[in-house]
């Protein structure tokens, strides 16, 4: 899955303003209720995102939505403000909001992240982007 957005972060982010900045992003890709969504993923952040392996994963389901949608942002020198394992640093952040009514389209779109992920080549190269082009083209 190609991200709707992408950003380097060129130094530490802090996690809301790396969030806040995605998230408008994506608002300006698709019609749905952007309040009601806002409201989910605000939960779904206090329940946790750390994945491991560096990834920040915010995502919710939304009713009505035609499309996934998603934005991913590097950051080498980590994102800031969020608890994270202690000793480890978020410098990935996947922000995924996709239909209510396709389990599957969710499923698979975060699996496709936690491949990319978990692949030391792909994270190097992603680590190194030169800009938000570069890190769109990794997809």
């Known amino acids: ?16 303003k790396a969030l806040g900045l995605a998230y408008d992003a994506l608002v300006h890709s698709a019609s749905f209720d952007a309040m009601s ?9 206090k329940q946790g995102i750390y994945m491991g392996d560096g990834l920040l994963l915010p995502h919710t389901r ?3 939505l035609e499309r ?7 950051c080498p020198a980590g994102f800031t403000g969020i608890e994270i394992r202690g000793g480890e640093k978020a410098q990935f952040m996947c922000v995924l909001l996709s239909p209510a009514e396709s ?11 936690a491949k990319l992920i978990l692949d030391p080549e792909w994270k190097a190269r992603a680590l190194a982007a030169p800009d938000d082009a570069g890190v769109k083209a990794l997809f």
Not at 37 to 45: D, I, K, M, P, Q
Not at 103 to 113: N, S
Request: with cysteine.
């Open 1 to 16: 899955m190609v991200p709707d957005y992408t950003k380097l972060c060129n130094a530490p982010t802090p996690f809301s």
């Open 103 to 113: 389990a599957m389209a969710h499923t698979q779109a975060i699996a496709g992240v």
């Open 68 to 74: 996934p949608l998603m934005a991913f942002c590097v």
């Open 37 to 45: 969504a806002w409201n989910s993923l605000s939960e779904r952040v």
């Open 62 to 64: 939304i009713v009505g």
